[in-house]
Each structure stands twice: as C-alpha cells, then as structure tokens.
C-alpha cells in the first residue's frame, strides 16, 4: 500500500472514518476498494503526512471547500486536486459554478456544514447538493490518500473512484 502506514479495510477500522464518511462508504452501491490508516494528527496537513510516512507528494489528492457566491447567495462546493497542485478557484472553478466569486471556504463554515475535521475534509460523505469536482489527474493518478473526516486517519483508494463519486464532476485542468 501507500508508505510506511499499516493500512486496515475501512470497515475494519470505523473508528478511525468520520461518521458522514463511514455512512456515505457503506451507501456506495458500486463503491471501490477502502482502506484506512490512522496517522499522527499533528500531522494530518499533506506535507507533513507524507513526508512523515513516505507517501509521495502525487499520491495524495486534497480536498477543499469553496464558496461560490452569485447574487447575495452563497453556495458550497469540493473541489479534489493532487497535492502537487493548486485549485484554479479564480478561472475553471468560478466559471464552473457560474459564480461572480470564489474563494476558500472559511474554516468554521466548512467543518460545521460538512459534518468533518478540519485537516481531514474528504468528498466522501459530503452534502449531497454540494457539486463535487475532481480534476482528470486524480482520477489517472491510481492509488491515492484522501481525508477520512477526520484528522487522526487517511483513507487510501484509487484515485478513478473519486471521480465517480455521487455528484461528481470530472474537468480536465482543475489542478494547476
């Protein structure tokens, strides 16, 4: 499996996957392969995870929250990139989203609306009216490090299952 990490079937280690993840897992009809590992939460930040246990920079894929905001509305929506990129919110993201602006959603707001950690913000397990993009390298990336909905584990999956997550939306430069 993915570095230095003792990787469990999720289903083997539940105490480790938030509770909207360990529903939204069990509710994936055709869902894929899960396995999860607890890690140190001090160091559930991407860098430190995988410097910390040998994971590599392009095997893990971040999650992050955004706002979009369009006529005194605002509306929330995931975006999954590899931890080698950045999440272009200010072009494909807003235009995407049909947006005036976008920016990250602010922590309090994320946490509380998603039902997870901060530092361990998955899609799996989302709102179900949240749209949830993936960028195309994720999905050829092969195995890949998610958040669980918390901070003290990761989950490990390939990387082609995110994009068919309930609500997904696969775009080509997502990451740049």
């Known amino acids: 499996m993915l570095g230095t990490l003792t990787w469990l079937p999720y289903r083997d280690g539940l105490d480790l996957v938030g509770p909207p993840v360990a529903a939204a897992l ?5 869902g894929p392969s899960v396995t999860v590992a ?5 160091l559930a930040d991407t860098a430190a995870c995988c410097e910390r246990y040998d994971i590599p920079m392009e095997a893990s894929a971040n999650c992050v929250l955004i706002a979009a905001k369009r006529a005194g509305e605002t509306r929330l929506a995931a ?3 590899l931890a080698t990129t950045r999440a272009d919110v200010n072009g494909l993201v807003r235009r995407h989203l049909g947006a005036r602006k976008a920016s990250f ?4 707001q994320a946490v509380e609306q998603s039902g997870m950690e901060y530092g361990g913000i998955t899609p799996i397990g989302l709102p ?6 993936v960028d195309a390298a994720v999905t050829t990336a092969g195995p890949v490090i998610v958040g ?15 994009g068919r997550l ?5 775009l080509v430069d997502l990451g740049i």
């Open 148 to 162: 669980s909905g918390v901070r003290r584990s990761k989950l490990a999956l390939d990387g082609a299952a995110l």
């Open 26 to 30: 069990d509710a994936w009809a055709d």
């Open 166 to 170: 309930p609500g997904a939306e696969v």
């Open 38 to 42: 607890e890690i140190d939460p001090d």
């Open 105 to 108: 959603a602010p922590m309090d």
């Open 79 to 81: 975006c999954v990139i």
């Open 128 to 133: 179900p009216e949240w749209p949830v993009l």
